[in-house]
């Protein structure tokens, strides 16, 4: 699976962004996809997962109820709707993908990785 992330931006605090993640490949409808973002300096954080179906998610504290995971298979892409950001969301954004049916969490068992999109939020 080779995966594409774009979207990224600078936007102002309070603002909206929604991230695309396109994936091209096999197994995609069989995959639990993720978003994770990197500080400088800081460990990838994990944000947001949701399983092959798109029928569950899980979020991290820092994100959750602001930002929405949510996926397409016909189109093969993953999306992150990121409202109401603060200037602590600037990082850069990374798509995962696993070949597993469940939602994931941990980082180091996505194999699969795109490029990161940076976002910067101004305050």
């Known amino acids: 699976v080779q995966l594409q992330a774009s979207g990224g931006g600078l936007v102002q605090a309070g603002a909206s962004l929604r991230l695309s993640c396109l994936a091209s490949?096999?197994?995609?409808?069989?995959?639990?996809l993720a978003w994770f973002r990197q500080i400088p300096g800081q460990e990838r954080e994990f944000l947001a997962g949701i399983n092959y179906s798109g029928e569950r998610t899980y979020y991290s504290d820092s994100v959750k109820g602001r930002f929405t995971i949510s996926r397409d298979n016909t189109k093969t892409t993953v999306y992150l709707q990121m409202n109401s950001l603060k200037s602590e969301d600037t990082a850069v954004y990374y798509c995962?993908?696993?070949?597993?049916?469940?939602?994931?969490?941990?980082?180091?068992?996505?194999?699969?990785w795109g490029r990161g999109t940076l976002v910067t939020v101004s305050s």
């Open positions: 995962a993908a696993h070949r597993t049916y469940g939602v994931v969490t941990v980082r180091y068992e996505y194999e699969y």
């Open positions: 490949g096999r197994d995609f409808s069989k995959s639990a």
